[in-house]
């Protein structure tokens, strides 16, 4: 008997063995259940006559069946499972399921029960195309490969088969029955399977849907596919537009053959390239005032097409305000108890009034998180060392989870399944955030991490990406963390400067977990911020590194750079947001068996103004009266909403120096008084803000131009601590309107008394 026939009749044998074992000549339960599950593989592939044994690395979706768990005779519990495709593929390799044999694997309690964690195998016939190779060959193996494992859940997600190195090879035979290779070891990662997803992006004003136009005049526009690791790379990226509420096909105006885009990966340089990318003229039609439905299509062939879109207004002079002799990259100084003028313009040209108001944020002194460290060189993946992305973002998703959002670390947001791990969520988002050997793109990122709450079925999040280059763009990131408590995963950039490679860019994402400020001057303040750093899973308690800026006035962290190089620093280039439904996230209650972060929260937003905005580029003002504020660092925003609706923002940071006498208050950012009335002027109500040092009564009255008391808003009634808003409906204490006129609101509490003028137009 020829030795190809001896392993044939070898096989044959096995296979009935296998099929007896399993039961499945014997009538064991069927299988009811199935599921699309993703695979990583790591294997040593030997071929012969092609120089040493090799690693290679696979990715890729399968198909299986398996039975609900039923006892055996000796009292465990049995879950069969049965392996319907296989579809891996890696550089020059595609490993498919045997059309013949079945591959087969079981799991089966450790003791009796159901309990996990239980023993598990998989016994696997598989062909292999080795196109460089073996051109026009499959390679199949006659003995199956016998993976063994330890799952922790039914279906077996988040767990590792091994065929260790030091095993009896797997032969490879040709389609001649000739063996030309064997296979060393196998070591595989079954996650959540995800299809393909593809995602588009405009850049928008700072919490808009206003498009960004760039000094250059054009609108630019990102996309990613992400998933399905059985893909092929795109052939191109077609965008296309039209206006929004049409029906007609959409109007191509770029096709992207390349996609080569810059990735974080902590060791490898990011190199160039904007990804998948164009850019939109909008003065090539007449966009003034439109909102646009932009489209990629991404071709994948002989795959597909995948399609996303998204809805934006477009206008060649978008309605965003500006600051005026407020340059973004600086701090103002606002001195206490002073009246300060916010000057502020829009371009656009509007047909009618706008409004515009003002208002600011105290960032507390300091503000921190207590964050899972999740250390990407402990995944157990072949891209460790290039998962800072998806492990920054495992970070942040873990505390969600711990905050409110109890199905983000739950494997398909199912509470009665085990917890996952950060290191867990960080494996699972490899695949669809698309990391590869050489990193992830921040796209990629966003679109990983958006179908991972899909995944886990988490509706009306919001993920994106913002550039951070000058003090408002950090002022922009302060605020998601800190006043909306949405999470923000730093991109920190760093230039190799010796060495081999030096010139390079090195990009690493972190997790901010906190940020402090220290006066150093009468006039300025120093930030210092700290995060979860992937590489290694340091925590937020490690270090806190000062922030300072470069030579073009970006922002950097003082001591902390990539290259290694003493005393350098990264710059903070950009950041991912993670906000959940309604804004505010981590801090929605938490789940009973986990303690609630306790990070401090600061008062709420302080309106300090109101009037009109008349665009055209008319330089409007609106005042901040710092009278009753305390020293310290502020977010202050004016907000513009133009004759259509549309409400754009500009931020700075600004600070109020620290005053050389007098005592600090009891409540941080507030002094007993007054503090504003919006909108002023007004018809029919007005807000009154004031604030209180410590608990109190307070007495608040309406006062008309004579003197004379026409409404009694309050007597006495006892507030806490902190800043208040009450409404004024304009009515005297019989409840009758009053006339237009000039009235005063006069405040009482602590011994102290004061009043502001308010305007009411009929």
Known sequence: MSKCKRLLGLFLALSVIYLLAAGFLSGSPSFPNEKTIAQDVKMVLNLYSFGPPDTVILRGPSDIEFSDPYPDPEGHHVIDTEIISLNLKGTDIIIRKQEGPISLGSTRS???????????????????????????DTLINYVPLHLTGVVNQYPPYFETYLYPLGSPPILL??????????????????LPYYPPRADIQVPTAYRSNVAVVSPSGLIEISAALSGGAELEPPLFAEFSYRHCGETVPFMPFYVDYDGGGLRASTIYPQGEGDGWCAYFDPGSEPF??????????????????????????????????????????????????????????????????????????PLVQSFSRE??????????????????????????????????????????????????SGEDIAKELQGPSGTDATGTTGTGLVNGIKSYLKGHGAEGWDVSQHPVNDEAGLGEMFREMESDSEDVIVLLKDTVTTGEGAGDTLGHFVTLGSREQEQVSEDSTVQRIDF?????????????????????????????????????????AGYVKVSPPDGGGGGGGSRSSRPRDGSPSSPGWIPIDMGICHGHGVVDTLHWDTHGFASGLYLLEVITIDDQGHECRDLRLCFIPTMGTGTDPDTPGFKTGLINLYPNPFNP??????????????????????????????????????????????????????????????????????????????
């Not at 009796?112 to 073996?134: C, K, Q, R, T």
């Not at 035979?173 to 079954?190: M, N, P, Q, R, T």
């Not at 006892?718 to 204490?733: E, L, M």
């Open 110 to 136: 450790i003791e009796p029960g159901i309990d996990f964690p239980a023993e598990s195998f998989f016994d696997v016939f598989f062909e292999v195309e080795l196109p460089y190779h073996f051109p026009g």
């Open 685 to 762: 109500s007005t807000n009154i803000v004031f604030a209180l040092e410590k608990d109190g009564p307070v007495t608040m009255a309406i006062y008309d131009i004579a003197g004379r008391r026409v409404r009694m808003l309050m007597a006495g009634k006892r507030w806490t601590a902190g800043s208040h808003t009450i409404s004024w409906d304009g009515k005297n204490d019989r409840g009758a309107q009053l006339a237009s006129g000039v009235y005063f609101c006069r405040f009482q509490a602590e011994g102290q008394a004061s009043a502001l003028k308010m305007i009411l137009l009929r």
């Open 532 to 572: 979860m750093n992937p590489w290694g899973g340091g925590s937020t308690a490690d270090n806190k590194y000062d922030v300072g800026e470069n030579s073009n006035g970006e922002p950097t962290t003082e001591g902390f750079d990539l290259d290694g190089g003493a005393g350098a620093s990264a710059r903070v």
């Open 371 to 420: 964050l899972t460290p999740v250390n990407q060189l402990g995944l157990g993946t072949a891209f460790d060392s290039v998962s800072c992305g998806i492990t920054a973002a495992a970070c942040c998703l873990k505390y969600m989870a711990d905050n409110g959002h109890e199905e983000l670390d739950n494997p398909e947001g199912d509470e009665s399944k085990p917890e996952q």
């Open 288 to 361: 003034e005032g439109q909102c646009v439905q932009f489209e990629v299509a991404f071709h994948v062939p002989p795959y597909g097409i995948w399609r996303d879109t998204v809805d934006v207004f477009v206008d060649p002079t978008p309605p965003i305000p500006k600051f005026v002799d407020f340059d973004r990259d600086s701090v103002g100084v606002y001195h206490i108890d002073s009246f300060f003028d916010i000057c502020y313009q829009l371009e656009d040209e509007l047909p009618a009034p706008g409004t515009g108001r003002a208002q600011v944020f």
């Open 173 to 190: 035979y040709s389609k001649s029955g000739i063996a030309v290779g064997e296979l060393l070891s196998w070591e595989e990662y079954i």
